[in-house]
């Protein structure tokens, strides 16, 4: 942001002086409020954090370039994604992160671990609400990514593990993507060898899912 902006305007008459320089300061004003950076906080798991390839492949960081090339304003990607992380563990570093970065965008990516150990449902759902009301109490606009577990796990259960997602994204009024994992799941060719964790060819797939939606809480 530049510290100072200077105007050259034309001799005008004095009567019309003070609506032209209200103007000019608007404008200006305008300009530096519109170059004004925005961050973007990711607080995810493996799947942000790019388990098994090259970080710079993986989503959060596809994320920060497609920015830049769109040209959609200066954004600042914050990658506070960490491997093995549960919506507990998140919660629990969420404060901390708020303080210190202060972001304009929280995009929460969490419960795929909660779901493969297990955790009941409820608990997850409470994490969530929880996450998402200090997001919103620091004046962050908040994006839930919402996940799906294996029907292994059993219908009652991955039903009321997917319905968790939908719940605290109704309740707390905040953009959501269904399923962040939509096209990437159950594709061999986009899932590395331990059936889990996507490609960078999938990691694209899942940027292509959710972009549309951080663009429209960004605008």
Do not use: C
Request: charged share 15%.
């Amino acid at each position: 942001m530049p510290s100072s902006i200077s105007v050259n305007t034309p001799t005008i008459a004095p009567n019309h002086l003070s609506k032209r320089w209200i103007l000019l300061t608007l404008l200006a004003l305008g300009s530096i409020q519109g170059a004004e950076a925005k961050s973007i906080l990711v607080v995810g798991d493996s799947l942000s954090a790019g388990y098994g390839i090259d970080p710079q492949l993986g989503w959060v960081h596809r994320l920060q370039n497609r920015l830049d090339q769109a040209q959609q304003g200066q954004h600042q990607v914050i990658n506070a994604s960490v491997s093995g992380e549960t919506s507990s563990g998140g919660l629990a570093r969420l404060p901390k992160l708020l303080a210190t970065y202060r972001p304009d965008v929280v995009i929460i990516e969490l419960g795929g671990n909660d779901g493969l150990r297990g955790q009941p449902p409820a608990i997850l759902q409470a994490n969530l609400t929880r996450m998402v009301s200090l997001s919103q109490a620091s004046k962050a606009k908040v994006v839930l990514m919402g996940m799906r577990i294996p029907p292994s796990y059993g219908t009652a259960y991955s039903t009321a593990f997917s319905d968790s997602f939908k719940t605290v994204a109704t309740v707390q009024n905040v953009a959501f993507v269904p399923f962040f994992l939509e096209g990437v799941a159950g594709h061999a060719d986009l899932i590395q060898a331990d059936g889990i964790h996507p490609k960078a060819s999938g990691q694209q797939r899942m940027l292509d899912n959710t972009y549309p939606t951080i663009l429209k809480v960004l605008k």
